[in-house]
């Protein structure tokens, strides 16, 4: 069954570098980016999501492994060339509730929103937004599915 990711731009940044969110070496985003592309599973994105993808890599890829490990390259060859591996939406529409996300996540809304309408499964190392959202009840009333990246990996 194909699954579809919603990568926060945080997991982006941690498979440019191979750390975890503590800044340590480790391969787990990176490996999470690569198997969605290899196996047949989708990374969803719309432009609000895409543009923070180039402006996060942008300002952190000088000198960190890029030669090896190109996001930005990688999703659009797997865009162009593998169909169903990365589905291009139109940003997605404000909701309702959104307005109750705390104000500490509210920098998220955008991956938030497009989960929202899409259902696809929103990945993050963010543990106060998937907190946030379950606290204000967001994340039950739309059946959000919030994964870190080493349990969407194990579901692969």
Excluded at 64 to 72: A, K
């Amino acid at each position: 069954m194909t699954q579809r990711f919603i990568l926060d731009e945080n997991v982006v940044i941690l498979a440019l570098k191979q750390e975890n969110a503590q800044g340590e070496p480790d391969p787990i985003c990176r490996d999470l980016f690569t198997q969605i592309i290899d196996i047949c599973h989708t990374i969803v994105v719309d432009p609000n999501l895409w543009n923070k993808y180039q402006q996060q890599l942008s300002s952190r890829s000088r000198g960190v492994g890029q030669e090896i490990f190109q996001v930005l390259p990688l999703l659009a060859t797997a865009a162009r060339f593998i169909p169903g591996k990365v589905e291009f939406r139109a940003n997605a529409e404000p909701f309702p509730e959104e307005s109750n996300i705390p104000q500490g996540s509210q920098d998220d809304v955008e991956a938030v929103r497009l989960a929202v309408e899409t259902g696809a499964t929103l990945v993050t190392t963010d543990e106060s937004l998937r907190q946030d959202l379950n606290a204000c009840g967001v994340q039950e009333k739309y059946h959000l599915r919030l994964l870190s990246p080493s349990e969407a990996l194990d579901e692969l």
